[in-house]
DNA sequence: ACCCAGGGTCATA
DNA sequence: TATGACCATGGG
């Protein structure tokens, strides 16, 4: 059988079990600006949720959670906005960068018109944005029907055996969107939203204690996995 | 004290 | 092309 045929209703059986197991994650939710998960996607890479919401709070507590704002900063005072996110310095730079960008592109509706590919390779263009951060910012900020992979996912489907553990990033991507193509696109905005988020939350939950244990997270040890593994 | 987190860039071989 | 170093805070 070629790889991916008969994978849509496996996946989307996963993503069952994991909804029952976890709710709704309602992640950046459309109350919050779309400009605020942009700057969200920047701050949380490779960093605690929790760290970043200081950061954002702070920017918000000083009126700086605008583009005009930001880029109107001083480094050291954007840095020490930021600081509780962590990598502050490099931070400040890749929020400055990025804020000019978006800004030079004409802000949100100038880019909500550009087609899907190129808003994806433009966003990858600026520098400090890198394919996850990227996908994050297509996904939640501006609707588009992108698969967010990150460290969680990629444990995640190797363990189920779906993919190779040393998969890359496009192929991972590809695996995943090409599966459940046929869906139509508002629906597979919806589900590519809360299947990531239900990932990380499966990640964060079952292998806390020893996230790299190559045994908890949905293998054979895990109830969760056992009922993503059966046939659905 | 140690390990990890919703990564990405850059230098080196 | 493929590793390794680096960035840095806060929680378990």
Not at 56 to 81: F, G, K, V
Not at 110 to 130: M, N
Not at 179 to 203: K, S, W
Not at 213 to 231: I, K, M, T, Y
Request: hydrophobic residues 40%.
């Amino acid at each position: 059988m070629a790889p991916g045929v008969n994978e849509p209703p496996r996946l989307l059986h996963i993503f069952g079990v994991l909804k029952r197991a976890f709710g709704p994650q309602h992640w950046w939710p459309a109350e919050d600006g779309a400009f605020e998960v942009m700057v969200g996607a920047i701050l949380t890479q490779n960093t605690a949720w929790s760290n970043v919401e200081r950061a954002i709070s702070a920017l918000r507590a000083q009126d700086c959670l605008s583009p005009e704002r930001i880029i109107s900063l001083e480094h050291d005072a954007l840095a020490n906005m930021i600081r509780p996110a962590g990598y502050f310095n490099v931070k400040a730079r890749r929020l400055s960068r990025f804020c000019q960008w978006y800004l030079d592109k004409g802000g949100y509706a100038a880019l909500s018109e550009w087609p899907d590919g190129g808003l994806r390779e433009a966003l990858l263009a600026v520098h400090g944005v890198g394919p996850e951060t990227a996908d994050d910012i297509l996904l939640y900020a501006f609707n588009r029907p992108v698969f967010v992979v990150d460290a969680y996912t990629r444990r995640f489907l190797s363990r189920l055996g779906l993919v190779a553990e040393d998969i890359g990033y496009e192929a991972l991507r590809a695996f995943a969107e090409s599966t459940l193509e046929t869906m139509p696109r508002p629906d597979r905005v919806a589900l590519y939203n809360e299947f990531h988020a239900l990932i990380v939350a499966q990640g964060k939950s079952i292998c806390r204690p020893k996230p790299r244990c190559g045994e908890c997270c949905l293998s054979r040890h895990c109830p969760v996995g056992q009922d993503a593994l059966a046939d659905g």
